[in-house]
């Protein structure tokens, strides 16, 4: 008897799908676009390390924030960035700054090269928002440009963006997060320059 029910059973879960399905996982990425190289710099014959950025309220990590409020957020789960958000806007930021032509040499802070100065972002939001019918991506980064030789803050500014997003969802906000950060990393080479 302790057999045929063992036996029924097996094929009662087996039958009904009783086996874990999991949803793949969608990978976006920060894209900036072109950025056009600056015909002069006082700083070209100086070398900019890139601080990997801090976060005021969130824990820099792979997921993929969205709010309906000020007190209910939450983390995508079928869809998160390609890497560590720090890594990726690190990334973002070194490309962009390199392709102007601000600087002799952009680098990673993890770098042993001797730099001049040192670029250090502070993240106070990045994510997407939704309020209703409306649904934008939220980026706001303050940008600290220090003298590495002094120690002396050269100058700051916060940077804050606000994209309505094409869709409600993880795609529409990677979508509208890239738009921002096309924008984003040519306010920071002008704000630099």
Known sequence: ??????IGLFLVLILTGCTPKSTPVTYYTLEAGQVQPVTRSPYRNSVLKVSYPMAI?????????????????????????????????????????????????????????????????????????VRGNASYAVVSIQFS???????????????SYREPTPTVDANGYAEATNTIMTRMVHDLVVWLK
């Open 57 to 129: 309220k969130e824990k820099i990590t792979d997921k993929m924030l969205f709010s309906y409020s000020f007190r209910d957020s939450g983390t995508y789960q079928n869809s998160q960035w390609s890497n560590n958000l720090g890594k990726l806007l690190e990334g973002v930021i070194i490309a962009a700054l390199e392709e102007s032509r601000l600087f002799k040499a952009v680098l990673p802070y993890a770098s042993t090269v001797n730099a001049d100065y040192r670029l250090e972002p502070l993240i106070y939001d990045f994510s997407h928002h």
């Open 145 to 159: 440009l220090i003298d590495i030789n002094t120690g002396k803050l050269l100058k700051t500014k916060r940077f």
């Open 1 to 6: 008897m302790t057999i045929r029910y063992g």
